[in-house]
Each structure stands twice: as C-alpha cells, then as structure tokens.
C-alpha cells in the first residue's frame, strides 16, 4: 500500500463544476503540498499546508490531521484547470513522498 | 528570478546506450533533487543533494545510473546503460534547504527508451 493515496485517479467533468480531489496518508507528516503538472511535465506548487484550510482564487485545500486526509476543491471549474494534481506529503531531511496523481479533464 | 533550468527537453535513445541529462537550480538553493516519473505515477526520488553531498540514493539504480553535483550547484544524472523500463520523465527540484519543504520543479527531460 503507498503511503499517499489519491482519489480519484481521473475525473472528467463540466466546466463550472465543482471539483474535489482526495488525499489520504498513513505516516507521519511536516506539511501536505498540493501540485499542478500540465501536459509537458512541469509541476507547480499550488498549496503547502499543515493544519486547517488555505484558498487562493478558486482553490481551496484543507487539511484533517487526526484522519490523515487532504482534500483539493475547485470552484466554478474551467477548462485551463485541466491538468494532473499531484498530493505530497514533507517527510524528514526536506523529503517529498507523491501520490500517484488525479488526472482533471474539464469540458467546455 | 530564473527557475530550475533542464536540458535537453527531450530525448530518444535505444536501449544499452547512455544518456545524461544536465539540471542548474535555483540561485542559493542548497538542496537538489532527482526524480523519475514514469507514466501514470506520481514522481518517485531517485537521489537528494545536500550541496555537494549525496543525503538520500536509496533508490537509484546504482548498477546503471550515476548523478553529482560538484560544485554544489549544477547537477548531471547519467544512464550507462539504458533500459526500456527507464523510459520516463525525469524531474528536477530544487529547495532553500534549512528545513524548507517548499520544492521548485523544472520543467523535466521526458526520455523514451526503444
């Protein structure tokens, strides 16, 4: 079993849906990060949280450390979000270990 | 402020060569990772850099893959000799280090193997 977990491995929806993305864990953390990667391979950090909620524009991330769960939303969902979001969890000596990826497909 | 530089982009081989792949991080950035991400799978950590010294390699492959850093800042990875299973895209991130978990990716060497 990976020590991170997402759900689900692809969604495909329409666009101004309301999108949430799961993450569930089974070690120990320092941080949860959420990443974006595009088709072309480059990955952007959306959100490193360790407790509670954060939002930038329409995305929000929260975080249950007692349930060891993360979840990403999108609001009013668009095509341009159409992308591989990836949940990673900060590990001693500034160690990232990664999920396997959710890949959003947003239909206009 | 110049992002975490990869090259080449792209590259075919066929299997039993060799290929190295060349990484320049960010400005002052102590700590410099390798991963491998193969189709389908969330990036796996093939070798830290702390510096010039080598933090965590438990999973390269060290019968055929190499990396360093020598002077602490650029960074090369080589396969000598490359196998289909190595096809993939590796990444390369960098971070502050100091207990930064803040990583910056570049934008990946996507290799396919034939």
């Known amino acids: 079993k990976n020590e991170v977990e997402q759900s689900p491995q692809n969604l495909t929806a329409q666009e101004g849906e309301f999108i949430t993305i799961n993450c569930s864990y089974s070690v120990g953390i320092s941080a949860l990060h959420w990443l974006q990667q595009h088709p072309g391979g480059g990955i952007v950090s959306l959100f490193m949280?360790?407790?509670g909620k954060k939002k930038h524009g329409r995305l929000i991330a929260t975080i249950n450390i007692q349930e060891k769960h993360s979840s990403l939303h999108i609001t009013a969902s668009h095509p341009r979000d159409s992308a591989v979001y990836i949940c990673a969890v900060g590990r001693g000596a500034q160690k990232l270990v990664f999920g396997q990826g959710t890949r959003l497909t947003i239909n206009p | 402020e110049a992002g975490v530089a990869q090259s080449p982009r792209y590259k075919i081989i066929e299997k039993r060569q060799s290929v190295a792949f060349w990484c320049n991080p960010i400005?002052?950035?102590?700590?410099l990772y390798w991963y491998q991400q193969i189709l389908g799978q969330g990036p796996k950590l093939l070798i830290q850099f702390q510096n010039n010294g080598v933090v965590d390699d438990s999973q390269l492959p060290k019968d055929r893959f190499s990396a360093e850093r020598l002077k602490g800042v650029d960074s090369t990875l080589k396969i000598q000799p490359a196998k289909l299973e190595d096809s993939a895209v590796y990444l390369c991130?960098?971070?502050?280090?100091?207990?930064?978990?803040?990583?910056?990716f570049g934008p990946g060497t996507r290799l396919t193997v034939t």
């Open positions: 949280l360790s407790s």
């Open positions: 991130a960098s971070s502050l280090g100091r207990r930064s978990y803040e990583q910056y």
């Open positions: 400005s002052g950035h102590a700590t």
